[in-house]
């Protein structure tokens, strides 16, 4: 029996008892701009900053106070109110601030921070950007709601609120066809994954008689059968859906219609991570369960191949970056699974990816602010001269992703591959695979856009972005280069009460794995620019191998969700529909048709024939006469 | 011996019922009805007779009252129709069908 070390929270006692501002700040902020938009319709957007703001610093002001604490009493517990209580359930809301969540409070609010300030520069022109910036509040409200919460059942309320905020968000554009349907495709495919989650819920809710994190923690020690292993499956669903992984990946690509700081915030730093936090939340299940561990382990390591294998052949800069995304969650899923050896290497690369991939995410937004919101690389090249600030801010991220030495992605990245060696051979390997194609699309994507000739369309004058849109690119391209080096040797022994890991040994030379990482990476870097830096780009994407029709193609991910699940929805729906229209409503036919056919039959009786009539009249004297004489002699 | 009375009226009933509802013309059919009435008028008698006692002269007293006053109501019936409709046919009163 694997002993679980549990750290039980500690009571909310001063500053800590207003920890539930952070969340009511963009919420009210929310409100406002959505509710009485049309009075604040010019103060609107500062004033989403402005709350958001508010909360980061509430957050800064919670992790100091937890960095001063004593470990053991870093985990405090804030009861909010009873939600309802009927008969023996007792459900409350209340929130958990321990050294997990603020890390995430501070990723959301400070990440969101600065893209609220950079969506004023972008979304300037925009004719509805007050409800823009109230559907950017809402967003993270639910998100801070998500990582604060102290049971699961707030967890998901949470949940569904990002996937609302999603939702509103990536179909922004409602005039565009394609981004309501992408809208509504990430929606249905969240809800997939909502189905797992709620069935972990209800689980947890018969198993343990409550969703606090504290009873599932203790309780699932005692938990017999296949329940551990079940409850780890279905949060591992739920995490598929919300983080993109496969099977439920092809929302992401589809989630780039929507205005580009919503792909950095939400597809990029936060909602989607949301599924690695549950997994890592969730440890205690995890840690019990080596079979919930393995799924863990294979679906990080197929979608970081899956999301490496798109970024290769796409052409347009946010689906490649999208992919990318993809994969790194990958990767971060991988860590997790590994299990306790693994947790803090996964919130690692969480936090340090949330930095460089919002860099990179918005610098595409500035590449495509500066040319005329064209997403095609293959109309882009030579802006490195144009587009100075973009061009080195989106190089920070650029080292970073690929893990080049002490940039942030370095550190992260290489501990998970070092991990997933320990682990297993082959998952190692994988990963190290991941890396080099990770180096690969990425130069491709550098060469095409910044380097090499121009192929711009007709009209385009390149201009660098207002400074509302390249401040906030500084101050990520500043966390991609240090936050790395700067997390390194402390998150281990930070998280380990709330994610049960233990702490390795971090070196300040690579080891053996970290030099074959270096290598790999280098190699990717130089195969990218023997295929994309030596020759011209071609105006129109060449055929390609079937690698990169694949690729392409999302992998066909469409098709096969069409396949497996819409056709054969469809077959059943038009089932039913036939079986009502003929069986259900033939059933009822044959009722009134009878009925009918007997009235038909009944009115003949009254014809307006009088000799009809004395006949009817003789009969049933006839009758009566029978059971009078019958009844008489009986 | 009242067999032979009650065979009677058994079989005068049933000519009456018969021609009701076979006869065309509404005077024979009114007629088939006093036929009737006079079977049932014979049964009370030949009841009374056997039994030795009034009840059932009383009885047809009733029934021949009756079947006066009926007389006197149907046939004023019978003659309005035919002054309207010219016909004394009973299908040809089949207003009550529509």
């Not at chain 1, 002001?61 to 939600?83: D, G, I, M």
């Not at chain 1, 730093?269 to 890592?280: D, I, P, S």
């Amino acid at each position: 029996m694997i002993q679980l070390e549990i750290v039980d929270p500690v009571a909310a006692t001063g500053l800590f008892g207003y920890a539930w501002l952070m969340i009511a700040l963009p919420a009210l902020g929310a409100l406002v701009l959505l509710l009485f938009g049309r009075w604040v319709e010019k103060v609107g957007p500062y004033l989403a900053v402005a709350t958001i703001t508010g909360s980061f610093v509430i957050a800064v002001a919670l992790f100091l106070q937890l960095l001063a604490a004593p470990p053991e009493s870093r985990a405090v517990a804030a009861h909010l109110y009873t939600w309802f209580s009927t008969g023996s359930w007792q459900l409350d809301v209340g929130l958990l601030v321990d050294q997990l969540s603020i890390l995430f409070a501070l990723l959301i609010t400070g990440v969101g921070g600065l893209i609220h300030v950079y969506s004023l520069g972008y979304m300037a022109h925009d004719a509805r950007k007050r409800r823009f910036f109230g559907y950017l509040n809402l967003f993270v409200a639910a998100m801070l709601t998500l990582v604060l919460a102290d049971n699961y059942l707030v967890l998901f309320v949470g949940w569904e609120g990002v996937g609302l905020a999603s939702y509103l968000l990536i179909g922004f554009w409602q005039h565009k066809p394609s981004a309501a349907a992408a809208a509504k495709k990430a929606f249905v495919m969240n809800r997939v994954g909502d189905l797992g989650m709620v069935l972990a819920i209800s689980a947890m809710l018969a198993q343990f008689g409550s969703s606090a994190f504290i009873d599932v923690n203790h309780g699932a020690a005692t938990l017999t059968g296949p329940w551990v292993t079940a409850i780890g499956l279905l949060l591992l669903l739920g995490a598929c859906g919300k983080s993109a992984q496969v099977p439920l990946q092809a929302w992401l690509l589809d989630a780039m219609e929507g205005p580009t700081p919503v792909s950095a915030l939400i597809h990029a730093a936060t909602m989607v991570t949301a599924g690695v936090y549950l997994v890592v939340r969730s440890h205690a299940i995890f840690d019990l369960s080596a079979d919930a561990r393995l799924a863990v382990v294979i679906v990080g390591t197929v979608t970081l191949l899956a999301g490496a294998w798109i970024g290769t052949s796409k052409d347009d800069i946010k689906k490649v970056l999208a992919g990318s995304t993809m994969s790194q969650i990958g990767y971060m899923m991988l860590a997790a699974g590994i299990g306790p050896a693994g947790y803090a290497f996964a919130i690692f690369h969480l936090l340090t990816h949330g930095a460089f991939k919002a860099n990179m995410f918005l610098g595409a937004g500035s590449v495509m602010h500066g040319m005329n919101d064209d997403v095609d690389m293959r109309r882009y090249g030579g802006l490195a001269k144009y587009l100075p600030i973009t061009f080195w801010t989106f190089a920070m991220g650029y080292l970073a992703i690929i893990g080049f030495p002490l940039t942030s992605g370095y550190f992260s990245k290489d501990h998970i591959i070092e991990a997933a060696f320990h682990e297993s051979a082959l998952v190692g390997t994988l990963a190290l695979l991941g890396a080099g194609v990770t180096a690969f699309y990425m130069t491709r994507l550098m060469l095409m856009t910044f380097g090499g000739g121009k192929r711009w369309a007709d009209g385009v004058h390149p201009h660098e972005s207002p400074a509302t849109m390249t401040v906030p690119l500084i101050v990520l391209a500043a966390l991609s280069l240090v936050a790395g080096a700067a997390m390194n040797g402390w998150i281990q022994d930070w998280l380990e009460p709330a994610a049960g890991n233990h702490p390795h040994e971090v070196e300040l030379l690579p080891t053996p794995i970290g030099w074959l990482t270096m290598l790999v990476v280098a190699a990717g870097v130089l195969v990218g620019w023997l295929v994309f830096g030596r020759k011209q780009i071609p105006a129109v994407a060449p055929q390609g191998n079937p690698l990169a029709v694949a690729g392409r193609n999302d992998l066909f991910g469409d098709a096969i969700n069409d396949t497996l699940v819409v056709q054969p929805v469809l077959g059943l729906s038009r089932a039913a529909v036939a079986t009502d229209a003929k069986a259900l409503d033939g059933f009822v036919g044959v009722i009134t048709t009878a009925l009918g056919g007997l009235s038909v039959g009944g009115r003949k009786v009254q014809n307006g024939y009088v000799r009809s009539y004395a006949l009817t009249m003789v009969l049933g004297v006839l009758v009566v006469g029978a059971v009078l004489i019958l009844g008489l002699a009986a | 011996m009242i067999d032979q009375y009650l065979y009677l009226a058994v079989i005068l009933f049933v000519i009456g019922a018969i021609g009701v509802m076979i006869r065309r013309n509404a005077l024979v059919a009114f007629m088939s009805v006093e036929l009737m009435l006079n079977a049932a008028n014979l049964a009370l008698v030949a009841f009374a007779w056997h039994h030795a006692s009034f009840d059932g002269q009383v009885a047809s007293f009733f029934v021949m009252v009756v079947a006066a006053a009926e007389v006197v109501v149907g046939l004023a019936i019978i003659v309005s129709i035919y002054k309207t409709r010219r016909s004394t046919s009973v299908d040809n009163a089949n207003l009550l069908s529509q």
